[in-house]
């Protein structure tokens, strides 16, 4: 109930009517359909709005909505590159989706490059494949923490680009290919297995590699005739296997 008369009023086309008195208001309020909603009681007199009121919370909620989720800190996602620079090239690319996907909905990636073995003398490769996946997804990321190590480990921290992000929006929209907003909770299940399984095989092998890290020690079987990584292929001729 506003007590205070006269108000100076703003009309529901938004224009400055002036100094009227409160009944008036609410007549004029009530004929329109609407409400007389008082938005700046300190002032003298004070300042009135005709409004849909319930419109007006509405709005107001929507946009509180919006500020708490713009000022909320973006979390660090980890995506491990394999147990070792072996990794296979579709595994790569799997989880430069998973980065990308990350990155879309506002969160920060670390990418780590485990090494094992004499792979250390070829850090190279490790380096240069962190490089190029910052390159594919330099369309929507910047590179906020260049390639730090930490034991047998480098880990590169990637960062969403905002005004990127937009970008690709726009362009998504424009060619009738809406953004869809990603299911985190399921993408954060499935980056956590990948990480459980290699845990878990590097638990496996644990005692069975010699200290050379040339491989993890094998009973004698029949021979594997799967198709070779040539991933492996080149990282054993560096190691001279």
């Keep these: 109930m506003i007590r205070i008369s006269p108000i100076r009023l703003i009309d529901e086309n938004n224009e400055q009517v002036g100094l009227v008195e409160t009944h008036d208001a609410i007549r004029q309020a009530q004929e329109a359909g609407l409400d007389l909603v008082e938005v ?4 003298r007199p004070p300042v009135c709005k005709i409004m849909d009121y319930g419109k007006y919370k509405y709005d107001l909620s929507k ?3 919006q500020t708490r989720a713009s000022s909320k800190q973006s979390e660090l996602k980890e995506i491990r ?3 070792s620079i072996k990794i296979d090239p579709h595994d790569v690319q799997i989880r430069v989706d998973q980065s990308r ?3 879309m909905a ?3 990636v670390q990418l780590t490059q485990r090494f094992r073995g004499r792979e250390m003398a070829h850090k190279q490769l490790g380096l240069e494949r962190l490089a190029q996946i910052c390159e594919d997804l330099s369309d929507i990321a910047k590179i906020e ?3 730090r190590w930490m034991g047998r480990q480098a880990s590169i921290l990637l960062a969403p ?3 990127k992000i937009e970008a690709v929006k726009r362009k998504l929209a424009q060619e009738g290919k809406a953004h869809e907003e990603e299911d985190l909770a399921k993408l954060e299940a499935q980056v956590a297995e990948q990480n459980l399984a290699e845990e878990a095989e590097d638990h496996d092998d644990e005692g069975g590699e010699e200290a050379t890290g ?3 020690k094998r009973g004698k079987g029949p021979a594997d005739q799967r198709a070779t990584n040539p991933v492996d292929d080149e990282i054993n001729e560096l190691l001279g296997g």
Aim: charged share 30%; proline share 4%.
């Design 145 to 147: 923490m260049a390639p």
């Design 40 to 43: 700046v009681a300190d002032a």
């Design 81 to 83: 590159l394999g147990r």
């Design 101 to 103: 996907r990350f990155l």
């Design 214 to 216: 040339v491989g993890t």
């Design 63 to 65: 946009k509180e909505q």
């Design 106 to 108: 506002g969160h920060k």
């Design 161 to 163: 680009d905002k005004v």
